[in-house]
T-cell receptor
Framework: DTAVSQTPKYLVTQMGNDKSIKCEQNLGHDTMYWYKQDSKKFLKIMFSYNNKELIINETVPNRFSPKSPDKAHLNLHINSLELGDSAVYFC?????????????FGPGTRLTVL | QQQVKQSPQSLIVQKGGISIINCAYENTAFDYFPWYQQFPGKGPALLIAIRPDVSEKKEGRFTISFNKSAKQFSLHIMDSQPGDSATYFCAASSNTGKLIFGQGTTLQVKP
């Protein structure tokens, strides 16, 4: 069984479009995250939700809007896509916020903006 | 202050050799230091982690060495195998729960 799943795995779209990436975890974790990995493989946190409440909101353009309908899901909606948004986006989850139990990452969504 | 500096950027090791990756941090509020392993096309996976109250932690062939006074920590992979070829990330976090990642090291283990 997949612990953290993301859809779609690949997303190719034109500049200016709006797109969403979905994430689900079946680990029963309280906290979920979105990370962006750029072309140089640098990983940076974007958002974190704990029990559907936004906990971490990094300096991310407000074109990016996370939504957590329940504890097991965290979706990422991106408006007016730009070339610089091309990256791999990873969803992750952890059991309890602030605890060193490790974060479990999904397989990633490769977003290409043309 | 929030950065974690990782070196080298890439590393080539012969099978059976020792791979060493180093990280340094500035923020003394960091109290959790994990290492993640990422294979191409996959998400990062937790490999091993340490808290600053111990100087070393070993799990199988993987060892973290931690130097609190120098604000440095390193990953040693003993008896490196071709299957260890991957990108390795060090990271650090404080009680905010936010993981700050290093820049990554691409390890290639030659047969």
């Amino acid at each position: 069984d997949t612990a953290v799943s993301q859809t779609p795995k690949y997303l190719v779209t034109q500049m200016g479009n709006d797109k969403s990436i979905k994430c689900e975890q079946n680990l029963g974790h309280d906290t979920m995250y979105w990370y962006k990995q750029d072309s140089k493989k640098f990983l940076k946190i974007m958002f974190s939700y704990n029990n559907k409440e936004l906990i971490i909101n990094e300096t991310v353009p407000n074109r990016f809007s996370p939504k957590s309908p329940d504890k097991a899901h965290l979706n990422l909606h991106i408006n007016s896509l730009e070339l610089g948004d091309s990256a791999v986006y990873f969803c992750a989850s952890s059991q309890v916020l602030l605890q060193d139990v490790g974060q479990f990452f999904g397989p990633g969504t490769r977003l290409t903006v043309l | 202050q929030q950065q974690v500096k990782q070196s080298p950027q890439s590393l080539i090791v012969q099978k059976g050799g020792i791979s060493i990756i180093n990280c340094a941090y500035e923020n003394t509020a960091f109290d959790y230091f994990p290492w993640y392993q990422q294979f191409p096309g996959k998400g990062p996976a937790l490999l091993i982690a340490i808290r600053p109250d111990v100087s070393e932690k070993k799990e199988g062939r993987f060892t973290i060495s931690f130097n609190k006074s120098a604000k440095q920590f390193s990953l040693h992979i003993m008896d490196s195998q071709p299957g260890d070829s991957a990108t390795y990330f060090c990271a650090a976090s404080s009680n905010t729960g936010k993981l700050i990642f290093g820049q990554g090291t691409t390890l290639q283990v030659k047969p």
